[in-house]
Nanobody, 132 residues
Protein backbone atom coordinates (compact mmCIF):
# COMPACT_ATOMS: atom_id res chain seq x y z
CA UNK A 1 0.00 0.00 0.00
CA UNK A 2 1.39 3.39 -1.00
CA UNK A 3 1.89 5.75 1.90
CA UNK A 4 3.20 9.31 1.93
CA UNK A 5 3.90 11.01 5.24
CA UNK A 6 4.76 14.71 5.49
CA UNK A 7 6.62 16.25 8.40
CA UNK A 8 8.48 19.41 9.29
CA UNK A 9 5.67 21.93 9.37
CA UNK A 10 5.26 24.37 12.18
CA UNK A 11 5.04 27.99 13.23
CA UNK A 12 7.66 30.42 11.99
CA UNK A 13 8.00 34.19 11.80
CA UNK A 14 8.01 35.99 8.47
CA UNK A 15 11.43 35.76 6.86
CA UNK A 16 12.20 32.47 8.55
CA UNK A 17 12.76 29.01 7.13
CA UNK A 18 11.32 25.52 7.35
CA UNK A 19 12.26 22.22 5.74
CA UNK A 20 9.43 19.84 4.94
CA UNK A 21 9.96 16.13 4.40
CA UNK A 22 7.85 13.51 2.66
CA UNK A 23 8.61 9.88 3.40
CA UNK A 24 7.27 7.44 0.82
CA UNK A 25 6.64 3.72 0.93
CA UNK A 26 4.71 1.03 -0.95
CA UNK A 27 6.17 1.55 -4.44
CA UNK A 28 9.63 1.98 -5.87
CA UNK A 29 10.20 5.62 -5.02
CA UNK A 30 12.58 6.44 -7.87
CA UNK A 31 10.06 5.31 -10.51
CA UNK A 32 7.81 8.32 -9.94
CA UNK A 33 7.80 12.09 -10.16
CA UNK A 34 6.84 13.87 -6.95
CA UNK A 35 5.30 17.21 -6.06
CA UNK A 36 4.29 19.57 -3.31
CA UNK A 37 0.91 21.30 -3.26
CA UNK A 38 -0.56 23.59 -0.65
CA UNK A 39 -3.99 24.73 0.45
CA UNK A 40 -4.59 27.91 2.40
CA UNK A 41 -7.77 28.50 4.42
CA UNK A 42 -10.68 29.28 2.11
CA UNK A 43 -8.64 28.68 -1.04
CA UNK A 44 -8.22 25.86 -3.52
CA UNK A 45 -5.22 23.58 -3.47
CA UNK A 46 -2.39 24.98 -5.58
CA UNK A 47 0.79 23.66 -7.12
CA UNK A 48 4.03 24.55 -5.36
CA UNK A 49 6.84 22.52 -6.93
CA UNK A 50 7.61 19.22 -8.64
CA UNK A 51 10.67 17.03 -9.04
CA UNK A 52 11.30 14.28 -11.56
CA UNK A 53 12.12 10.66 -10.78
CA UNK A 54 15.88 11.21 -10.57
CA UNK A 55 15.85 14.61 -8.89
CA UNK A 56 17.70 16.13 -11.83
CA UNK A 57 14.83 18.32 -13.01
CA UNK A 58 12.45 20.51 -11.07
CA UNK A 59 9.49 22.81 -11.66
CA UNK A 60 8.18 25.51 -9.36
CA UNK A 61 5.30 27.93 -9.16
CA UNK A 62 6.22 31.56 -9.81
CA UNK A 63 5.31 32.62 -6.29
CA UNK A 64 7.98 30.39 -4.73
CA UNK A 65 10.84 30.71 -7.22
CA UNK A 66 13.95 31.96 -5.48
CA UNK A 67 12.59 31.07 -2.06
CA UNK A 68 11.69 27.36 -2.08
CA UNK A 69 13.83 24.45 -3.24
CA UNK A 70 12.50 20.98 -3.91
CA UNK A 71 14.82 17.98 -3.68
CA UNK A 72 14.75 14.24 -3.14
CA UNK A 73 16.94 11.47 -1.81
CA UNK A 74 15.97 8.26 -3.55
CA UNK A 75 18.18 6.19 -1.26
CA UNK A 76 16.04 7.37 1.66
CA UNK A 77 12.70 7.33 -0.21
CA UNK A 78 12.24 10.93 0.86
CA UNK A 79 11.37 14.23 -0.82
CA UNK A 80 12.08 17.63 0.70
CA UNK A 81 10.93 21.21 0.39
CA UNK A 82 13.33 23.81 1.75
CA UNK A 83 11.35 26.99 2.36
CA UNK A 84 13.23 30.23 2.93
CA UNK A 85 12.10 33.84 3.25
CA UNK A 86 8.66 32.70 4.32
CA UNK A 87 5.76 35.10 4.07
CA UNK A 88 2.42 35.14 5.90
CA UNK A 89 0.72 34.24 2.61
CA UNK A 90 2.67 30.96 2.62
CA UNK A 91 0.50 29.82 5.51
CA UNK A 92 -1.21 26.64 4.35
CA UNK A 93 -1.39 22.90 4.68
CA UNK A 94 1.35 21.45 2.50
CA UNK A 95 0.75 18.13 0.78
CA UNK A 96 3.14 15.62 -0.72
CA UNK A 97 2.04 13.82 -3.90
CA UNK A 98 3.31 11.02 -6.15
CA UNK A 99 2.45 10.52 -9.83
CA UNK A 100 0.08 7.74 -10.79
CA UNK A 101 2.06 6.84 -13.91
CA UNK A 102 5.67 5.61 -13.63
CA UNK A 103 8.14 8.13 -15.00
CA UNK A 104 11.38 6.23 -14.53
CA UNK A 105 14.07 7.26 -17.05
CA UNK A 106 11.80 9.81 -18.70
CA UNK A 107 13.69 12.88 -19.90
CA UNK A 108 10.75 15.23 -19.38
CA UNK A 109 7.96 15.87 -16.91
CA UNK A 110 4.50 14.69 -17.83
CA UNK A 111 2.55 17.58 -19.33
CA UNK A 112 0.20 17.80 -16.35
CA UNK A 113 2.87 17.95 -13.63
CA UNK A 114 1.23 21.08 -12.19
CA UNK A 115 -2.24 19.52 -11.98
CA UNK A 116 -3.66 17.52 -9.09
CA UNK A 117 -4.97 14.94 -11.55
CA UNK A 118 -1.43 13.77 -12.35
CA UNK A 119 -0.95 12.50 -8.82
CA UNK A 120 -2.60 9.38 -7.49
CA UNK A 121 -1.24 9.36 -3.96
CA UNK A 122 -1.26 12.09 -1.34
CA UNK A 123 -0.02 12.54 2.18
CA UNK A 124 -2.12 13.77 5.07
CA UNK A 125 -0.57 17.23 4.94
CA UNK A 126 1.56 19.26 7.31
CA UNK A 127 0.59 22.68 8.61
CA UNK A 128 2.85 25.64 7.93
CA UNK A 129 1.98 28.85 9.72
CA UNK A 130 3.93 32.05 9.09
CA UNK A 131 3.31 34.89 11.51
CA UNK A 132 3.74 38.55 10.66
Amino acid sequence: QVQLVESGGGLVQAGGSLRLSCAASGRTFSYYDMAWFRQAPGKEREFVAAINWSGGSTQAADFVKGRFTISRDNAKNTMYLQMNSLKPEDTAVYYCAQTKVPTYRSTTFIQTYYQESAYAYWGQGTQVTVSS
